[in-house]
């Protein structure tokens, strides 16, 4: 930014006399009330002010003693980073900025220059600035740490940080680095206490605190959900993508000023910016609005517009990180599911082949007349059958995911009675139970009539068979048991009013599963771990297809197992077509 040549006088000054700490006279004529000049540490190389002497201050000492024991600004930080920013840009600035020297503070308006040297490049600034008020305000209870002046931006400079802002957050996809990115860039230049960015959700009724900047020291508000409809600045900002500048907010400790302004992408808000300035109050100060050490802190148009265009290219960056991430993990889904069927296929084509070789094996004997009587023909002929029903049992698994993927599963739901169910159960899985010496168990509710559930018979019947053999298949000592209860607890399930659910258990004493490996148990085409489940046999997709067929008729499938070798139970849900008269109260779920 160019400095207009009619608010301050040029700048022809020699570089010996810059070094020179008699220069008082020198620095009098050029007609400001303070003038110094500095180097990019901030150590004073001439010092002048008017008001110096009324308040026993030397230059002299002043050039020679450390910033922290002389005239210096109070967020000294902030203030050399500007330095540094103007000695690099070779461009003047212009600011506004709070000094203080014992217990007194003073109020500016400064003109920072770089000074250039012969090499064209400056390490040093010419400092010229007119006090704002007149007299000193008197230090109550203050720091650098609690106390941040109100900087303007200038407009040429807010276009620089812009694209400073702009260029380093699009230089990456990832969303934290790009949300912290903000707020310490907007932190930084603004001279804010506090600046934090929220992520959003269209329709979401909270944003979640994702990145923040700190100068002050306040608890850490990453993690913190803050409700849109506590927050009128928040709701505003979000409504109308417009920054939104928060009225004064005095609180027993601070006094704050707020600066609001929501991201956004194709008109779609998925941010929140929120600028806080703020000074600590003394115990005095808290019942005195009338002795604040400083004013609160208006924002300027300059910097209201940057932050608008920070917050819309903020917004884009968001949209577009958001957009990779998801293809990202749309694309590590998809290689999972390309490596589990590609496993599964192996899998099935090993679990196909076994009873088709049974089956060929079988009939071969047959054909070529191996059997000694009609007796072992026989059992031929129904170890070639029993594989066969094997066979078929793989291939209606196979079918009926593949509906179930394709979204085709259609079915017919009516009365179900769970007296007839269960006996079905009973009578295929019992005999396979005690050919491996297991103990087999059935306990049903007590009640005086029948229990009849809303479902298809045929497809529960296919869920209970699935998690009774898996049960059966994995377990080589101790037992099963199924056991059901009746739950009264009304729902709704496609526009029909129900009484309540059964809840039906398959128990197991079997090899169990670790608890980091149950998430896989109801993932399509995955088998939970390959160097147990090997010797067992099967496809893996049992647990997936009861899954969805007790979801399509209304339940919820659970499993639970302690960790391996400690056993495991299996629990759905059905709906209850009618409530059974019970010889024992039956579970009242009403109030969940």
């Known amino acids: 930014m160019s400095v207009s040549a009619n608010s301050e006088p040029p700048l022809s000054i020699s570089t010996e006399a810059i070094g ?50 002389t005239f210096a600004p109070v967020d000294l930080a902030a203030y050399l980073q500007r330095v540094q920013r103007i000695v690099s840009s070779m461009t003047p600035e212009r600011c506004k900025c709070l000094f203080r020297y014992k217990q007194y503070l003073w109020s500016f308006e400064l003109v920072i220059s770089p000074i250039p040297s012969t090499s064209q490049t400056a390490n040093r600034v010419l400092v010229m600035g007119r006090q704002l008020e007149q007299e000193a305000t008197q230090q109550l209870s203050l720091t650098p740490q609690t106390v941040c002046q109100s900087i303007v931006v200038p407009s040429a400079e807010s276009k620089k940080l812009l694209i400073h802002i702009a260029r380093n957050i699009r230089r990456t996809l990832d969303l934290n680095t790009i949300w912290q990115q903000t707020v310490d860039s907007l932190g930084e230049a603004l001279g804010v206490s506090h600046c934090i960015v929220c992520a959003y959700r269209e329709n979401s009724e909270q944003v979640h605190v994702v990145a923040e900047y700190r100068q002050i020291p306040v608890r850490s508000m990453v993690g913190v959900e803050i409700s849109i409809a506590d927050d009128a600045g928040f709701s505003q900002a979000l409504k109308t993508l417009e920054p939104v500048v928060v009225d004064q907010i005095d609180s027993p400790s601070f006094q704050q000023s707020l600066l609001v302004v929501a991201t956004y992408y194709q008109g779609k ?6 600028l806080r300035q703020c000074v600590r109050r003394s115990p005095k100060q808290k019942s005195d609005r009338s002795d604040l050490v400083t004013p609160p802190r208006q924002w300027t148009a300059d910097e209201i517009e940057l932050v608008r265009e920070v917050a819309e290219q903020v917004g884009t960056a968001i949209a577009h990180a958001t957009l990779y991430k998801e293809l990202e993990e749309a694309r590590i889904q998809a290689e999972e599911a390309s490596r589990l069927k590609s496993e599964f296929l192996a899998n099935t084509s090993h679990e196909i082949r076994t009873p088709l070789n049974g089956m060929l094996g079988f009939l071969k004997l047959i054909l070529e007349g191996m059997a000694d009587d009609p007796e072992e023909q026989q059992e031929f002929i129904k170890e070639a059958y029993g594989s066969a029903i094997h066979l078929l049992h793989i291939l209606n698994d196979i079918l009926d995911i593949a509906k179930i993927e394709a979204g085709k599963m259609e079915l ?75 739950v009264r607890k009304k729902i709704v399930f496609q526009d029909y009013e129900l009484p309540g659910i059964v809840k039906i258990r398959v128990v197991d004493t079997g090899i169990g599963v670790s608890l980091e490996k149950q998430e896989k148990l109801f993932q399509s085409f995955s088998q939970v771990d390959g160097t147990l489940t090997r010797p067992y046999g099967g496809t893996g997709l049992g647990l997936t297809i009861s899954q969805k067929l007790v979801e399509a008729m209304g339940g919820e499938v659970y499993f639970f197992s302690m960790g391996e070798g400690l056993g ?9 077509y009618q409530e059974p008269v019970m010889s024992s109260a039956p579970i009242d779920d009403s109030a969940n």
């Open 20 to 69: 020179d700490r008699n220069s008082s006279s020198l620095w009098r004529d050029l007609g400001s009330e303070l003038v110094f000049t500095q180097d990019v540490t901030g150590r004073y190389l001439s010092f002048y002010w008017q008001q110096a002497e009324n308040f026993d201050l030397n230059a002299e000492q002043t050039v020679t003693r450390s910033l922290n024991e």
């Open 269 to 274: 808000p998925n941010g929140l910016i929120s």
């Open 412 to 486: 017919e739901l009516g009365r179900v009675k769970l007296d007839d169910l269960f006996s079905h159960v009973e009578n295929f899985t019992k005999p396979q139970a005690e050919q491996k010496n297991l103990s087999f168990m059935i306990q049903k509710p007590d009640t005086a009539d029948e229990i009849v559930v809303y479902g298809n018979y045929k497809r529960l019947l296919q869920v209970m068979l699935n998690l009774v053999s898996n049960a059966l298949k994995f377990t080589d000592e101790g037992g099963i048991t199924i056991s059901a209860d009746v």
């Open 568 to 576: 495991s139970t299996v629990m759905f849900t059905v709906p209850l």
